[in-house]
């Protein structure tokens, strides 16, 4: 007995009031997990996306899904009356196919190399700054290896005197259409030359400086501008400082990462900075001025008295500048913190201890005078306490 075909709607994993896109987004993440080109000998996984793809056949299509909907898979292998049968061998998949994978596989037919002008590579560099050069901006100088035209062929990569000639693999288009048969029937394949790699014309006699590449490759310093406000790992764009474009495109841009050190005291949420600040234990109780450590320099902040440890104080705008407008600035965020006083003359002990006297008495033992003590150890095996050593 044949398998029963399951529910199309199941199988896309849609309910029935999807529209088109939410169908062609369920198919196209199928068709990549099943497609037998990436599952090369799986049985299962060519199953799975024949299923898929019969389902989004009927399903995409307004007039088949009409009748799905009302006869279910009875409506294509005759057993409504009047609905006739459907065969999906005589199907054209191939504008479902190009239109869904013609960006994963190369191919469709709207797709393919041009020999035309094509922009050039983008290239990539890092640059590191501190933490209030982030803040502030700054300019910056990076090495950097770029092409230049040739002097010497005039960037045609041809021995002076001499011509490129016309590619004979690809006639000077640049692309190669190479047809293979599929599950849905022939399919064509449209590649870049391998020859000729695109630019439509083949080298014979290079040009002995830059050996036929058209360029020459040069270690360059350039100046980069970080506007104030950058973050670290963001980028700052270079325009026409990438790699040379082909067939007279412009070339591609620098793109310059930020790497921004780690600072000792502040740390960056967005355009809010955070820290913390120490206060003595007679300023949190009485309060007073305290000096403040901020990305503009030190500021006098008076602290109220009673300050507990762990509060937290806002200064205004003395965060990070907006990219966008460095007149906008976030806020800083200071968390105060008590510090209890260690290595105390006996004077000073002495007045703190007339302090608790006067303002809580905590010094006094819980235990009514009494102080615990110290549990005496055990004599050991072969050995006697201290105490009687």
């Given at each position: 007995?044949?398998?029963?075909?399951r529910d199309?709607?199941?199988?896309l994993?849609?309910?029935?009031?999807?529209?088109?896109?939410a169908?062609?987004?369920?198919?196209?993440?199928?068709?990549?997990?099943?497609?037998?080109?990436?599952?090369?000998?799986?049985?299962?996984?060519?199953?799975k996306?024949?299923?898929?793809?019969?389902?989004?056949?009927?399903?995409?299509?307004?007039?088949?899904?009409?009748?799905?909907?009302?006869?279910?898979?009875?409506?294509f292998?005759?057993?409504?009356?009047?609905?006739?049968?459907?065969?999906?061998?005589?199907m054209?998949?191939?504008?479902?196919?190009?239109?869904?994978?013609?960006?994963?596989?190369g191919?469709?037919?709207?797709?393919?190399?041009?020999?035309g002008?094509?922009?050039g590579?983008?290239?990539?560099a890092v640059?590191?700054?501190?933490?209030?050069?982030?803040?502030?901006?700054v300019?910056?100088e990076?090495?950097?290896?770029?092409?230049?035209?040739?002097?010497?062929?005039?960037?045609t990569?041809?021995?002076?005197?001499?011509?490129?000639?016309?590619?004979?693999?690809?006639?000077?288009?640049?692309k190669?259409?190479?047809?293979?048969?599929?599950?849905?029937g022939?399919?064509?394949n449209?590649q870049?030359?391998?020859?000729?790699?695109?630019?439509?014309?083949?080298?014979?006699?290079?040009?002995?400086?830059?050996?036929g590449t058209g360029y020459?490759?040069?270690?360059?310093?350039?100046k980069?501008?970080?506007?104030?406000?950058?973050?670290?790992?963001?980028?700052?764009?270079?325009?026409?400082?990438?790699?040379?474009g082909?067939?007279?495109?412009?070339?591609?841009d620098?793109?310059?990462?930020?790497?921004v050190?780690?600072?000792?005291?502040?740390?960056?949420?967005?355009?809010?900075?955070?820290?913390s600040?120490p206060?003595?234990?007679?300023?949190a109780?009485?309060?007073?001025?305290?000096?403040?450590?901020?990305?503009?320099?030190?500021?006098v902040?008076?602290?109220?008295?009673?300050?507990?440890?762990?509060?937290?104080?806002?200064?205004?705008?003395k965060?990070?500048?907006?990219?966008?407008n460095?007149?906008?600035?976030?806020?800083?965020?200071v968390?105060?913190?008590?510090?209890?006083?260690?290595?105390?003359?006996?004077?000073?002990?002495?007045?703190?201890r007339?302090?608790?006297?006067v303002?809580g008495?905590?010094?006094?033992?819980?235990s009514g005078?009494?102080?615990?003590?110290?549990?005496?150890?055990?004599k050991?095996?072969?050995?006697?306490?201290?105490?009687?050593?």
């Amino acid at each position: 007995m044949a398998d029963q075909k399951r529910d199309y709607y199941e199988v896309l994993g849609v309910d029935k009031n999807a529209d088109d896109a939410a169908l062609k987004k369920a198919y196209r993440a199928l068709a990549k997990q099943y497609h037998p080109d990436m599952n090369p000998g799986d049985a299962e996984a060519e199953k799975k996306f024949k299923e898929a793809s019969e389902a989004y056949a009927v399903l995409s299509d307004p007039e088949k899904k009409q009748k799905y909907d009302q006869f279910g898979h009875a409506a294509f292998d005759g057993g409504a009356g009047g609905a006739g049968g459907f065969d999906f061998s005589g199907m054209d998949m191939g504008d479902i196919f190009g239109d869904i994978f013609g960006d994963i596989f190369g191919g469709g037919r709207r797709r393919g190399p041009s020999n035309g002008p094509v922009r050039g590579a983008s290239l990539r560099a890092v640059v590191r700054i501190s933490f209030e050069e982030a803040a502030f901006g700054v300019e910056k100088e990076i090495e950097i290896t770029l092409k230049d035209d040739c002097a010497t062929c005039h960037s045609t990569g041809a021995k002076p005197g001499t011509t490129p000639e016309t590619c004979s693999k690809c006639g000077g288009k640049g692309k190669v259409v190479y047809t293979q048969q599929s599950l849905f029937g022939m399919m064509q394949n449209v590649q870049t030359c391998p020859d000729c790699h695109g630019s439509g014309k083949m080298i014979k006699d290079k040009c002995p400086d830059c050996r036929g590449t058209g360029y020459i490759s040069n270690r360059k310093t350039i100046k980069v501008a970080i506007p104030a406000g950058i973050d670290n790992g963001q980028s700052v764009r270079i325009r026409d400082k990438g790699e040379p474009g082909t067939n007279g495109g412009p070339r591609g841009d620098l793109l310059v990462e930020v790497s921004v050190t780690r600072h000792p005291i502040f740390q960056r949420q967005d355009m809010n900075v955070f820290s913390s600040a120490p206060i003595s234990f007679a300023q949190a109780t009485l309060g007073g001025e305290v000096r403040i450590n901020t990305i503009d320099g030190d500021v006098v902040y008076e602290v109220k008295p009673g300050t507990q440890t762990d509060t937290k104080i806002r200064l205004k705008s003395k965060g990070i500048p907006s990219l966008r407008n460095k007149s906008i600035r976030g806020d800083h965020y200071v968390t105060l913190v008590v510090q209890v006083p260690t290595g105390l003359s006996g004077e000073a002990k002495e007045a703190l201890r007339q302090f608790d006297a006067v303002s809580g008495a905590t010094l006094t033992p819980v235990s009514g005078g009494k102080t615990e003590e110290k549990p005496t150890k055990r004599k050991g095996f072969g050995r006697k306490n201290k105490d009687e050593s």
